[in-house]
């Protein structure tokens, strides 16, 4: 009887381990592997990046007033943030993001790619439930850091200063 409690004791711990809350981009805390749309309509792919010291992908809505200032912000700390491949990702419309780029000219800055992913495939691995998200990896493409948005944990462009500097 003893044992037969214990296969089911260990049973059912292995069950709860395996069914963790954390997102995929947990679990799975490499960069992922994935595909935008550029504005110029060409596709870009994970497997085509340059090497970087640090590499950040943004989730955003280009009508999202929290999105517009963080590219404010970002732009304003673009000398400081040189270092970090950015990638500004969002499900919208070609249209919508020229728009947005207007705006903040990320895409003059040679660190900055622009895209949307019209799969939500992106969305579903970080499980994005609010804007904006953003997620950093290091030069090996390891996860540093992801900043859903919520209490503390929203992105900054000091934040990601500190992160670039290694003073988070």
Known sequence: MKKIWLILLCGCLNASAQSSTDPPYKKQPFLPVFTIQQMDKTMLTTKELPAFD???IIYFIP???????LA????????SLKHMLFFWITPNTLAE???FDQTYQLSSLPNMRLGREPGFTIMSFFEVRQTPFAAVYDSKRKLVQGFPVEGEKVVTAAKLNALVHKKI
């Open 54 to 56: 640090q590499y950040t």
């Open 63 to 69: 009508t999202c007033s929290h999105c517009q200032a």
């Open 72 to 79: 404010k912000d970002i732009v304003s700390q673009k000398e």
């Open 97 to 99: 993001l020229k728009q």
